[in-house]
């Protein structure tokens, strides 16, 4: 069996693998800083966290659920620790994009993210419609690059990421730097931003008047259908005026050169921002 060491086990994230590698192929030992951290995976999963030293003990994969911010420095601090061979896995593309990791050619980096549960899927459990990040009941894509490393390492850490990001559905292979467009590019610059204005556009029209309850079934009904339309889910043509209020409002929300966010020096200094 494959032994893996998981720093930050009892974190936010490190929880949800902890959970989800119990009964897998894999011998997991958990390491864990914090004592409400150690808590937690001793009263929520019966674990016991065990040291550094104990953990990398003839590891043969470590996983890095950790916050970005402190993943540099974890890495850092156990590289003299790690035997040639060891396959670091790093949930986010911004540490390694930023170059935090140790330059050790003999060490295999394989990053992974979930794309998180669609927006249109075919879930019928309400347990599964509720879990909107995923990784407990909904079903999920993700998506996985080897940094460096040899080529069969690919497979080695897509098998784990399975298992991380479960139940999942289609596992993509792209490059850390096509991670980087996807977030935080993609779904933070342009999503996130763009549902924050939705949002402050919702507070916008109760404001003058119209009722909340009435705004958001009126806002998250057309997010749903018009969704579907544009990103392909159903075959259906906007209106007239659906087409012509998009002409002339898409120019007064966006700046000519909006897309500039996805240019290398942006993404760069979004990433170091967070990192």
Known sequence: MTTIA???????MGY???TNFRGSDYTIRHVEISEAGKERLKTGLGIDAVGVDEALEGA????????????????????????????????DAAAPFAGHLPDRPDLTYFVTHPCHPPIFNDETDMAAKKDFFG??????????ALMQGPEEDYAKG?????????????????????MALLEPGLSETVCASL??????ALDEVVARGVDRQ???DFLLGHM?????????????????????????????????????????EEIAASIQRIT
């Open 16 to 18: 949800r693998l902890s």
């Open 60 to 91: 043969e994969v470590v996983i890095l659920a950790v916050p970005d911010t402190h993943i540099g420095k974890v890495a850092a601090s156990i590289e003299s620790k790690l035997a040639s061979g060891t396959m670091v896995i790093v949930l």
């Open 214 to 216: 009435a705004a958001l």
């Open 195 to 200: 549902l924050v204005v939705m949002k402050e």
């Open 135 to 144: 990784g407990v009941k909904a079903k999920q894509h993700f998506v996985s």
């Open 224 to 264: 749903n259908v018009l969704g579907a339309v544009i990103f392909g889910e159903t075959k259906g043509v906007f209106s007239d005026a659906c087409n012509k209020a998009i002409e002339f409002g898409k120019p007064v929300l966006m700046r000519d050169d909006w897309k500039r966010v996805f240019e290398p």
């Open 158 to 178: 897509e098998k784990i990421a399975q298992i991380i990001w479960a139940p999942v559905m289609r596992s993509h292979r792209v490059t850390v730097e096509h």
């Open 6 to 12: 998981l720093f930050g086990a009892g974190g936010k």
